[in-house]
């Protein structure tokens, strides 16, 4: 969950095999030149009134490498302190200054993003900026354990540490993005009140790492969690803490030592870490483990202890289900709503919470330069107390649309104005590419029999897609972007609807504009040759000209299929969001023969289907390399022939909220 170049690289090695220099190119840059992002209009809508301009750079910037913290158990964390510099003197500059501060796993030594690490835009506009490697990595003492709690509460330390520098001023933001920020999320709950953090900006920060990335529809996410525990957290921790040593060798000792000690990690961790996962291990359950690691669970508390937070999110982001959630949880909270539920779309709102979802993987989120307008903006509001307008917005959502091209600026998700409008699958009679192409039709159907047999296949699917793009965290598209010639498969989905594995349900062309706006729910009746089945859904944008974008994903392993209906969200009645528990106990074996219903959970949009152009659901039984179940799981899906049903007594369909 970082977005330093080594973690572009570590990704595109492990996904495409491919060595070479270019791959360490931005990947935010290559996308921008291809999808615009009108971003200034979200940060305009951001404040409302106010007397503000990002205005020019006044200082310089100075870094201190390799300053050791002691935390309450001994450890000592390293971090790295940038101070504003005089440009006449090049002397630290007087005076004290507000303070920023990230926590990195993936070492200081490394950054190379002010939105992973120090930031000189803000720097040299009047902030302190100190970024300290978390515990068990980079040239930090200790051992590493994903979000520990530990790590929380170092970072409570650290805010007061911090606070207390002589050059600080006593108030003290965090910023940063994917793991810094969740990170933000942790700290600004167990800090209590009247503390010296006073504001966060979470840029990629997960609401549940279990169903956000780790796992989709209880199925391990092959691509991230293969890159992140075997690739960029072993490749980046080897080599931090020599380069760290490279800016500090008073620490050179320390940095050997460290080395050896993060090496020793791979196997006692990480490797263990995804074996436990994979051979059906608590790990491969939302087990206790990661209900301890769940930002969700600490939105209340950030709240209570009064502390704003402005967050960033990307449609094609690996958290493109959590950040809305987690907006929506804060705006709950400060409305003393339930966390958990939707928003209503009636209640008061607040500019202390907000959230940018931009057109962004989980690279592009972090690499968007205007992002440093925005956050000097938001730290002036609430660490110099300047009126920048940031509390007064009315429309403290701002959510890019796909089809459009435009940011809506809105209040409340799900989004306002959405009606749920289910199509039930039909027979032959769409446009696609599959051996078995249906319709999408609001006609419930009526008859006694019809249904569409698909196999599954461990191998089927393609390795260029949208969801191995989205897992990998841009790195496919980064890749692509460098071939020298045009490789569509991203943003055109044909190849992976082809053959007995998948079947597509193709609407009728859209007399008027529509846009899908939020969750979406697809409910398919099927009978299976086995005790376990996988599906996979997306959700796609067909053009005239047969190109087939997709927008959206969900997935679900079939002994997951028991809904909990506590905690789904529904609209009008209809529900939008089926909520699973993925347990050990809540696990229901398929019964082979049987019809069975299995609700799946579509992650959020908000896409503008225009004039002519086709709602398309794509249903396959598997998404490799982006899913790979669970060694059991696999040994029950072996030569499994689905038959999805679309009777009258078992009308297979999907609820879309959709805004005319």
């Known amino acids: 969950m970082r977005l330093r170049n080594t973690h572009v690289l570590a990704i595109a090695l492990t996904v495409c095999g491919l060595i070479g220099a270019q791959l360490v190119t931005g990947f935010g840059a290559a996308r921008a030149a291809t999808v615009p992002d009108p971003i200034e209009d979200a940060i305009a809508a951001s404040g409302t009134g106010g007397d503000w301009s990002p205005g020019p750079e006044r200082y310089g910037v100075k870094e201190v490498n390799g300053v050791g913290v002691r935390m309450a158990d001994g450890v000592v964390l390293r971090a790295t302190i940038a101070y504003p510099t005089d440009p006449e003197t090049n002397q630290v500059a007087a005076g004290r200054f507000p303070t920023l501060l990230t926590l990195t796993p993936y070492g200081e030594a490394l950054g190379f993003s002010g939105n992973t690490g120090i930031n000189p835009y803000l720097v040299k506009r009047g902030y302190l900026d100190i970024s300290v490697d978390v515990r068990g990595t980079g040239a930090s003492g200790g051992t590493f354990d994903l979000f520990e709690p530990k790590q929380t509460q170092d970072s409570v330390q650290l805010v007061h540490w911090a606070a207390g520098l002589p050059q600080s001023d006593g108030k003290v933001g965090m910023h940063g993005a994917s793991y810094l920020g969740i990170n ?94 994979y051979l059906g291990g608590d790990n491969a359950y939302d087990s206790s483990y990661w209900r301890a690691r769940r930002p969700a669970a600490v939105l209340r508390q950030i709240v209570d202890n009064d502390i704003p937070a402005y967050l960033v999110g ?237 927008l959206t994903q969900g997935a679900l392993l079939g002994s997951f299929r028991k809904v909990n209906h506590d905690r789904s969200w529904s609209v009008d009645g209809q529900m939008i969001m089926p909520y699973h528990d993925y347990t050990r106990q809540s696990a229901m074996p398929v019964v082979p023969g049987q019809v069975t219903r299995y609700d799946i959970e ?59």
């Open 184 to 277: 933000q999320l942790f700290a600004a709950s167990a800090v209590g009140k009247d503390s010296p953090l006073k504001a966060i900006f979470p840029i990629v920060a997960a609401n549940d790492i279990y169903r956000d990335a780790a796992f989709m529809g209880g199925i391990p996410d092959l691509e991230f969690d293969s890159a992140y525990f075997l690739g960029v957290l072993p490749a980046t921790n080897l080599v931090n803490p020599l380069l760290s040593a490279m800016k500090s060798p008073a620490h050179l000792v320390d940095a050997v030592t460290g080395t050896l000690n993060h090496a020793l990690q791979v196997p006692q961790y990480n490797v263990q870490f995804l074996a436990r996962a």
């Open 314 to 550: 990307g449609e094609y982001d690996l958290f493109q289900r959590g950040a809305p959630m987690n907006y929506a949880g804060l705006q709950n909270a400060w409305a003393d709503r339930p966390v958990t539920a939707p928003m209503d779309p009636d209640q008061e709102v607040t500019g202390r919470y907000q959230l940018l979802q931009g057109p962004y993987t989980h690279i592009g989120g972090a690499a968007n330069p205007k992002l440093n307008e925005l956050q000097l903006r938001w730290f002036d509001q609430w660490l110099k107390g300047t009126d920048t307008g940031m509390e007064r917005t009315r429309t403290p959502l701002h959510v890019y649309d796909l089809g459009t091209g435009h940011y809506a600026q809105t209040t409340s998700y799900p989004f306002t104005g959405a009606t749920p409008r289910t199509y039930y699958f039909g027979g032959r009679g769409g446009r696609g590419v599959s051996l078995n192409d249906g319709t999408l039709s609001t006609a419930k159907p009526t008859g006694r029999t019809g249904s569409d047999a698909v196999l599954w296949s461990p191998v089927a699917g393609t390795i260029c897609g949208r969801s191995q793009d989205q897992w990998s965290a841009g790195g496919l598209s980064l890749v692509t972007s460098q071939l020298p010639v045009s490789v569509p498969c991203v943003d055109d989905d044909r190849l992976a609807q082809i053959g007995p594995t998948a079947l597509t349900y193709t609407s009728a062309p859209m007399a008027e504009p529509a846009t899908i706006a939020g969750p979406i729910a697809a409910t398919v009746y099927a009978t299976a040759t086995t005790r376990e089945t996988e599906w996979v859904v997306e959700i796609e944008d067909v053009s005239p000209d047969g190109v087939s974008r997709p």
């Open 602 to 660: 579509v992650f959020p949009t908000l896409a503008t289907i225009a004039p002519g152009h086709r709602i398309r659901l794509s249903l396959a039984t598997t998404d490799l390399p982006h899913l790979l179940p669970t060694v059991p799981a696999l040994t029950k899906l072996v030569g499994g022939v689905y038959q999805v049903q679309r009777t009258g007594a078992a009308a297979s369909s999907v609820t879309i909220p959709l805004r005319s």
